[in-house]
């Protein structure tokens, strides 16, 4: 049995504990969420050991702890998928790690204190959007790969959502067409119509 441990649903599920989700619904794995509190995570004694910068989300296999989603991504499509959704390794790998430019900047808008901040973490977040959008315009899948569905696309579809949507003052995911058409495709998987239900 697989644990993941994420923030409590009331304090918002969370972007990078839904890719792991996603991604062990994908491999339809035997697996249990478990939410550990938000003030637990930021200052019980216990919670340091797992994880040293106090985030979630974080696997517990057995005796193995992993940390930091891209880690638990690729740990998760090596030993349990054979590889599968880890299909052109490196340049996967790649969109997986190009995905955090989005998340720093979110994550700076989030504690942007003045409009000037706030427009400068916005366009950050844009410009990585627009790398997603270009990216996919000459993808042969429809997917981030042209090898197909990976976990770079899981890693970017829990960062494309409503709420990021309205933070980055986005009329429509539409202003981005390529991420839109793509967004459409990658929700309709079972896998992923799952983990935002859970
Ligand atoms: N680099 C980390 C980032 C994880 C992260 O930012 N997690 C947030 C929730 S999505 C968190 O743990 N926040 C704890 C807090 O706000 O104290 C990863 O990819 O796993």
Known sequence: MLTLYHLPYAEGYGANARKIAILLNELELNWKGEAVPRDT?????????????????????GETIVIESAAILQYLAEVYGSGKYLESKYDTLAWVSLQNGLSSAVASLFH???ESQKTKAINNARHYLGLLDDKLASSKSGYILDSGYSIADIAWIAFVDERRKERLRLESWEQFPNIAKWQKKVLTRPAVAKAYEE
Do not use: F, G, Q
């Not at 995570?41 to 296999?61: A, F, N, Q």
């Open 41 to 61: 995570v930021r200052t019980s004694p216990e919670y340091v050991l797992l994880h040293p910068d106090r985030k979630v989300p974080v696997l517990k296999d």
């Open 112 to 114: 942007a204190e003045d």
